[in-house]
């Protein structure tokens, strides 16, 4: 039975005795054989040769999380890397309250377009609760009806020997191969054939190989195992991310792009490491900052329609030799003005007496950069609620900035938590919803009309 260990992002740190230096070093090396389209690129770590997962305090024996949400299996260990803002020291968190936490990555996810969700919701059913575990069963239970309705198949270039004329000849391997050695009477050629051992089947054989390796749920190991069954004939060939964001489908196989979306989702953001040939690390790691990003981004495009946004717009720079580049998170259109959101990914009002209230004034100069160069007056940064302080502050903290170099042109900088924690289900024993909307149907009603009070209010 795996020994299970809760991280909470730069908050709580275990002792891990056993498997400490063995972990380390896995993870230093599956550090160096990261994907270079994964976030694990920021700017900072790009260059670090150390990894970035989890902080290793060698005197104590101990371990903390950094900046990533997942999971991360080594031998008999299982290491839950959970949210921040779910943090409490003062609680001793039950099995169902990490499942709920969860619940609340998997919903958020599901708005998600750059960390590429897939756009799809079917029943959690017996596996709600574990994070991974109910994503691999998104995908087993999905794929697997649709393999029992439809295999793709598509033309691939095969090269050959056939006892007869087929596509074109390939002369020179023809001569090496088949004249000198006496055997002129077989074709070497390449040709077009309609085949089920194509890129897209190879890539799901791979996924679902993997994954039955790791997943020790029941209806999972069977789903999987049906899987490979239907593909029992396709290569095994290991794929990569890149590989897999490259296939592209026609409008009669769009059901084929969620399956592809989910092998996306698991090749970017899982990291394996094999150890004579038995899988002694797996882990699955999303940055929250990047994820809190795109749930906003996702949520107010989906949910709030009247709005107009753009993410990340890369057109605008600080200097004029255009040497500085400056990326806002959001950039709204609306009736009533442009708008620059930035979320921040931070705990605030966690403290009573600061005039501040957890704003940081790094924060307010970069807001006050992107309003002078976007010529914007109105600048918005969000921020999570959390745990602690469940309560949602509904008039936000402003900041007014008189611009003298712009004859007292006002910027006013608003700061704004928002509900996306769920406060009653982590109190609940029992959810008899079994879809992520249906749990989350009342946070997502109050994020809502909070958006909306707070786009709309000029």
Known sequence: MKKITNLFEYQNKVHLDESFDELESFLDEIWQKREKCTYFNSSEDEYMESQKFIQFLHKTKEIKSNKYVGVIYCDNQKINLLPKIFFDSRL?????????????????????????????????????????????????????????NSIYQQYEEINREVPFM???????EYIKENLSKGNWHKLNCNYDSFELDNEFNRMIKFVATLLFNITNNVDNKKNLREILFVLDEVSDIRVSALQCSRIKFNPMFEQFEIVRDYCLLFLINSITFDYKNNLKLFAFLLPMEYLFEDFIFGFIKKEIPSISIKSQRKDVFLDEEKTFQIQPDLFLF??????????KYKIIYSNSHDSKKGVSQTDLYQMLAYAIRFKVNDVYLFYPNNIINPEVNPIGTEFVISDELAYQQKIKISAYQLPIINHSILQSTNNEADTLEQIFQPIRIELIKRLDIILNKN
Not at 111 to 126: A, M, S
Not at 166 to 172: A, C, F, I, V
């Open 166 to 172: 087929k596509g074109r000849l390939n002369t020179n």
């Open 92 to 148: 001793e968190y039950t099995v169902n309250q990490i499942n709920q936490i969860n619940n609340h990555i998997l919903w958020w996810l599901s708005y998600c377009r750059k960390i590429r969700f897939p756009n799809y919701q079917t029943e959690l059913g017996g596996t709600k609760g574990d994070f991974f575990e109910v994503l691999i069963y998104l995908f087993s239970k999905y794929t697997r009806e649709l393999l029992n």
């Open 334 to 343: 609306s009736s009533n003005g442009n708008i620059i959101i930035d979320s």
